[in-house]
């Protein structure tokens, strides 16, 4: 489900000719009462964090301890972390009025979050947790080489470097709206809870923290549409106000089953394109994997994935319900707020709704907005913690042991990892402060930063489990190549495709307002071909990623090691050899296909003997760097990274 499906409404005045026009309607602010309870909200996790400060002290723990929970947290509340992790401020904001503006269609994305979950629970899960890595991207040295693994850190470091101002931003500036609560003050309060308790109670406080926030989130969402149904005649007349306004729109007819990728929320986009959005997500995003690596057992990791599937299903239908009770409130109100300018843009019509359906109950729009608010300090602690992990694997442990032959105390890598966790804590709330000068145009592209990020990383990991000629030339070519390619159309898309077609809605002067945009500009003289090509929908952005990435990755493998192998037969290539473990790889044939034929399943094996372990050779570049001492922290295996004693 797309994190800022409605964020172009603040800009659909402009480009739509809709007349916004300041509205007699009184918009109405928090009582006391309702900041006494959103305080109290954000100081549980406080105490959290205080709680595991004060157990840690007792216990001295590891920098692992602080990452990865000594491996021994209750897989439920990892579960509900890795949900948290998935849902933010955004997402809860904006999903209420998808379905108020474009209808149901957006359901669909169950379909692909189940087909993600059921493919990384049993291919990806249990390798990765078998490996003990800390860092997603240690996989990637293992496999490829160290100079993959820098690439990799460093894409996903700069894009969820952007995405966490956004996604502490746009709550706060919806909140801002219909409180009267200066949004930088928002940012600055929520940013400083949310890094302190993420520096004293690391990986457990967050986990723990975000099965909370995401207990109150459940709650508070069950309140919203159980209230809000009740103030127009109870669930029937929502469901029938919602199909006399064609919100309920998921049969072929209205184009829920349409094959062209330039539809929004079509049943393919949201099953299948939204699907491998996922897959790239659950595979290679930091934030997923490292909650894998806290449980115990690759069982309870499998377990933590299923779950949060089977939790997603009623969150995703709260707010769908939630959306279709705020249009049968408007419907009967016959007045749109972002029509007559009580809004200014549809992701802010949630809080607006809470404090005009319930601003007369003192403390409840409180316990609400906090439920809102829950989602995105989830997210922004998960973000801050994985980046807390992946700067002090992949960044400074490398760099120290390419200095010295002394390794790093754990006591000074678990202090190291809390300043990390502070530094990135303080540059997000300075980057939130910074996101107020961006248009709306940045702020819907980050929206897509799933897909369009993680989907060429995920390339690499992907060809890693599964192609063994895949090697460090290609899979470096890979994620660049596929960030390029991704990273055009989106950015192309956002600025040349039309705003979405929306459905009618009350403009206030007793008829409708709906938007249909072209799929070709009115004036021909500026189309031109790619512009087709800029009109793919968000939902495609991440298979776009993973296989233009796996393209490039293959192609490239293939002429460099042809390259390699003519230089070895003229005797000119100083390159080495370097020795992979198959239990790095994935064998589709024994695994998936074990009650073939021996003659079928020895093909797709491509070589290697899964059985023995048996260690496959992959041309290694000599410009990559040999780092001595330092293998990976917690691996069974227990190998140097890089291992090149054998000359081509």
């Known amino acids: 489900m797309d994190y800022t499906t409605v964020l172009s409404f603040e800009t659909a005045s402009q480009t739509s000719g809709w007349n916004v026009t300041s509205a007699s309607h009184t918009v109405r602010y928090m009582h006391w009462q309702d900041y006494l309870v959103f305080g109290i909200s954000l100081s549980l996790p406080l105490v959290i964090g205080v709680f595991f400060l004060i157990t840690s002290c007792r216990k001295p723990g590891t920098a692992e301890d602080f990452l990865v929970g000594e491996r021994s947290i209750n897989f439920v509340a990892v579960a509900l972390s890795l949900l948290g992790s998935l849902l933010n401020g955004i997402f809860v904001l904006g999903t209420p009025a998808e379905v108020r503006y474009y209808g149901t269609k957006v359901v669909y994305v169950v379909i692909g979050l189940l087909l993600a979950a059921i493919i990384v629970s049993i291919i990806f899960v249990p390798k990765y947790h078998a490996m003990k890595f800390t860092s997603a991207y240690q996989y990637l040295e293992r496999r490829y080489s160290f100079a993959t693994r820098v690439v990799a850190s460093i894409t996903f470091m700069t894009s969820v470097i952007i995405y966490l101002a956004i996604v502490l931003y746009v709550p706060a500036l919806a909140f801002s709206e219909v409180t009267g609560v200066n949004h930088f003050i928002i940012i600055a309060v929520a940013g400083v809870v949310c890094t302190i308790y993420t520096a004293m109670g690391g990986i457990k406080a967050v986990v723990y923290t975000d099965a909370l926030q995401m207990i109150i989130l459940i709650v508070g969402l069950i309140t919203i549409s159980a209230l809000g149904a009740q103030s127009v005649g109870g669930g029937q007349n929502v469901w029938n106000i919602a199909v006399r306004t064609n919100r309920i729109n998921m049969n072929g007819e209205l184009g829920a089953f349409n094959f062209d990728p330039r539809a929004r929320n079509t049943f393919w986009t949201q099953s299948i394109g939204q699907g491998w959005t996922y ?370």
């Not at 959306?323 to 972002?338: F, H, Q, R, S, W």
């Not at 549809?346 to 403390?363: H, N, S, W």
């Not at 460099?560 to 192998?565: D, F, I, K, L």
Request: aromatic share 12%; proline share 5%.
């Open 279 to 648: 897959v790239g997500l659950f595979v290679c995003n930091q934030m997923m994997i490292q909650r894998y690596m806290s449980v115990d057992t690759a069982a309870k990791a499998q377990a933590s994935l299923i779950l949060t599937f089977l939790v997603f299903i009623p969150i995703a239908a709260l707010g769908v319900l939630i959306g279709l009770v705020i249009n049968a409130v408007y419907e009967t109100e016959g007045c749109d707020p972002l029509i007559d300018g009580r809004i200014t843009s549809g992701d802010k019509i949630v809080p607006f709704f809470i404090m005009q359906l319930l601003g007369d109950y003192y403390g409840v729009p409180g316990l609400l907005i906090a439920s809102i608010f829950s989602a995105a300090l989830s997210s922004i602690a998960s973000v801050i913690n994985a980046l807390s992990a992946v700067f002090l694997e992949d960044i400074i442990t490398p760099l120290v042991a390419l200095h010295t032959s002394k390794p790093v105390k754990d006591s000074s890598r678990k202090k190291i990892a809390i300043a990390i966790v502070i530094f990135f804590g303080l540059l997000t709330i300075a980057l939130s402060f910074v996101a107020d000068k961006f248009t709306s145009k940045l702020v819907q592209a980050t929206g897509t930063i799933w897909g369009v990020i993680d989907g060429p990383l995920a390339g690499a990991f992907i060809a890693g489990f599964f192609i063994p000629f895949c090697n460090a030339t290609g899979a470096i070519s890979g994620i660049i190549g596929g960030l390029i390619i991704a990273l055009w159309i989106s950015v192309g898309g956002i600025i040349y495709s039309p705003s979405p077609e929306t459905l009618p809605v009350p403009n206030c002067r007793g008829n409708f307002t709906v938007l249909p945009p072209p799929l070709k500009p009115t004036n021909e003289s500026d189309w031109f071909p790619l512009r087709e090509l800029y009109n793919v929908t968000y939902g495609w952005y991440g298979v776009i990623g993973i296989f233009s990435s796996l393209i490039i990755n293959i192609s490239v493998s293939l002429v460099y090691s042809a390259a390699m192998e003519l230089c070895y037969k003229r005797g000119w290539t100083f390159d080495r050899i370097r020795k992979i473990p198959s239990h790095l790889m994935y064998s589709c044939a024994d695994n998936l296909y074990c009650y073939c034929p021996e003659s079928c399943k020895r093909p797709f094996r491509c070589g290697v003997d899964y059985s023995t372990e048996e260690e496959i050779t992959v041309t290694k570049q000599d410009d990559d760097k040999e780092i001595d001492n330092y293998a990976f922290e917690g691996d069974s295996h227990q190998e140097k990274v890089i291992s090149t004693s054998t000359r081509i």
